[in-house]
């Protein structure tokens, strides 16, 4: 097994080559990538197969399918390798221009960032993905997946480096840990000079314990205890369709709804009809029925479980819905700003100042009104890929696209100028 | 005393009351706070007496001017806060607006960080300049200064939160840390969900412990190890312009130049010339002369110093140079890879093609082209002002104005969209 420290300086050592590589050639190592990971297909089979198997003792239907390749899903990753290949280079454009009285031209100019990090928990694909959008943003790359996806991932990356190697690029590029203990994911965290960027995909430990070790620059991401608050002005039907579909169109990711605030001057409308919506009529429609938690106030109205008060500090990631009844927008606003973990937070109403205070007050990455929560995403942003929904407020917030993987610097052009 | 902690939580209760503020609003208060800076000018200037008359003992010439305060002075100061108003308001501006085919408008929108923690050394000047700036974008300021000017900086302090009192704003949107001991650095750095950028303006020493404590984002500033490269076909008097201004303008600041690479071809002719610049005439004209520290193949030319290997590695703020001779371009990208802070460094030629390479190959905030490095500056590069000078990637990079004092988030508007 190579050291976690070797394989991030071998990183290290090979990204000046990206760094200086033209927009053809980086497409040309991403076409290469996406040929190998479909010939090396039964490999990469093979090896998932072996950690299915391995797995399906210990992990859920849910888990297992996320873990689960087919010969389409390679498909897939190979044509998202090519969309990478498709994006335009963020690298070398130049963001800003000024010409400077005394004649220096100053220009802000997109650079790589040099090598990131990423460390990630089941979905194998998510190997070829990071890889491919580092990459074409002209950074080395650093996987450390999850220990359930270890063969599938290993057998991923060979493909990917074989491609690298084949069109003359470094295989170093992309850099694969092969220590999944908890111990690599620390030596990346504290790897300073070797990592310019750290991305810790997974869930509230491993984000906390990056906010707790790191001494790498960070970016968190994917937390989302996202929440909906039904202003007393709002149209009914549109909540219903937002709140059903923010719920329960993919409850296991980041950007689906955890809480429900309603007005207090519409409960007693709203309540019975998002109850029917939610659980009878879904019962009936044979569809997961959402179990809903009601604080005392919705609990008067619906029948439901009683909330606890940690039913709304949870990220359920399940058809379970913590409903809480408040008495104006302002306290919608101050209940986000307690619990909310900064994702995503949408207002449906049909009141313009109602809107405008909930926009600007709601400090979250995406602030929505009258449209769901489940749009957070570098696709549907029109940013067209995404490495991640960052939760943070310094260097990227939301859907982190390609420019949002690079760094600047200050190139300056003069004739001699002294100051 | 008030405890540290407090005193973070005080400013980040205080925050939001700024985030929502109009851009008339923070200027009323910016003016309040230029004109009782001046009312309270006596007050200030006792205080500094106190300072100076403490720190004589312990400071060399240079860091008591650094240190002292004068009725001028403090008229500069309130001048540099009405230069904050004056400067367009970066909050609420709109970044990218797209209109998606599904209807939904998404704004990426700039916002107030929150709260901004900055950590200084000597100079007074500092503590109203951070302020003003950190106002404007929106955000708190927690300032922690350092010990010699601590009487000058709680009086300053005083008379900007009378300012804002008197404008309506919540005073504790300054905080002041009274602690000047390193455990309120250190509590500031751990102070996770109280400060949301913290700046350490200061030596290695801070920025190292930032980069092994923090819990809290950073941005590192001010460290400069800057070179000068003069390229085998550099104007040699353009360069002897240039170097002389990079080392002797300003000695004591980041953006001045320790390190001088030359290439082989034109040392014999250059480095003569270098010295009789930068020693024989600057003593004829009784400036300081700088003091030259050579490797083996400058000292084969000139007299001087040997050059140890720790003169390579060392920001000396002082009339000292490094020197050393190098064989192309290519090494000494090579040296600046291994042994700069990634602050500024300039080529001097006449090749566009060497010109290419440096620019391309140099990974620091500011990479130039015949001109000094000593421009990198908010006001030089046209941003208006600066809160410092970050060496890092992320974020922000090179002069940090009030564009990068902010987040941003994205407003979705829709009409009833799911997904």
């Not at 599938?152 to 060979?158: D, K, L, P, Y």
């Not at 009936?284 to 109205?301: N, Q």
């Amino acid at each position: 097994m190579r050291e976690t420290r070797e394989i991030l300086q071998s990183a290290k050592a090979a990204s000046p080559v990206l760094a200086s590589a033209s927009t053809e050639g980086k497409n040309q190592a991403l076409e290469a990538m996406a040929n190998w990971l479909v010939w090396e297909q039964e490999a990469i089979l093979q090896a998932n197969r072996e950690d299915v198997d391995q797995a399906r003792a210990a992990l859920g239907e849910v888990m297992i399918d996320r873990l689960l390749l087919t010969p389409e899903r390679i498909r897939d990753m190979a044509a998202g390798i090519r969309d990478a290949a498709a994006l335009p280079d963020p690298v070398g454009q130049v963001l800003r221009r000024v010409v400077r009285p005394n004649g220096l031209v100053v220009e802000k100019t997109a650079v790589p960032l040099g090598v990131i990090g990423i460390i990630y928990e089941s979905r194998p694909n998510v190997t070829s993905d990071a890889a491919a959008l580092a990459l074409k943003a002209g950074s080395a790359v650093v996987l450390r997946g999850g220990k359930e996806a270890f063969r599938s991932n290993a057998a991923i990356v060979r493909a990917l480096r074989l491609g690298l190697t084949d069109a003359g690029f470094p295989a170093d590029l992309i850099g694969f840990i092969e220590d999944t203990s908890r111990d690599s994911a620390r030596d990346m965290m504290e790897a300073a000079g070797f990592i310019d960027l750290l991305i810790p995909r997974g869930g509230a430990g491993l984000i906390r314990s990056c906010v707790e070790h790191a001494k790498v620059p960070c970016i968190q991401t994917g937390t989302g205890i996202c929440h909906l608050y039904v202003d007393a002005s709002a149209n009914l039907d549109m909540a219903l369709n937002i709140v059903e579909n923010a719920k329960t169109s993919r409850p296991s990711v980041c950007n689906a709804a955890e809480v429900l605030l309603v007005h207090q001057e519409i409960a007693d409308r709203f309540l019975p009809e998002l109850r029917r919506r939610l659980v009878e009529d879904r019962a009936a429609k044979r569809l997961p029925a959402v179990e809903l938690r009601l604080d005392p106030s919705a609990a008067a109205i619906i029948p439901g479980t009683a909330a606890s008060d940690r039913d709304f500090d949870t990220e359920f990631l399940d058809y379970i819905l913590a409903v809480r009844v408040v008495d104006s927008v302002e306290e919608a606003v101050r209940h986000i700003a307690l619990h909310s973990t900064g994702h995503s937070e949408a207002i449906v109403t049909e009141d313009p100042a109602a809107a405008e205070t909930f926009t600007r007050q709601v400090d979250s990455a995406a602030v929505y009104v009258n449209a769901s929560t489940r749009f957070t995403d570098g696709g549907e942003f029109g940013l067209g890929c995404e490495m991640g929904i960052s939760t943070q407020k310094l260097h990227a917030r939301g859907p982190m696209g390609l420019e949002e993987l690079t760094s600047y610097k200050y190139i300056v052009r003069g004739t001699g100028q002294i100051r």
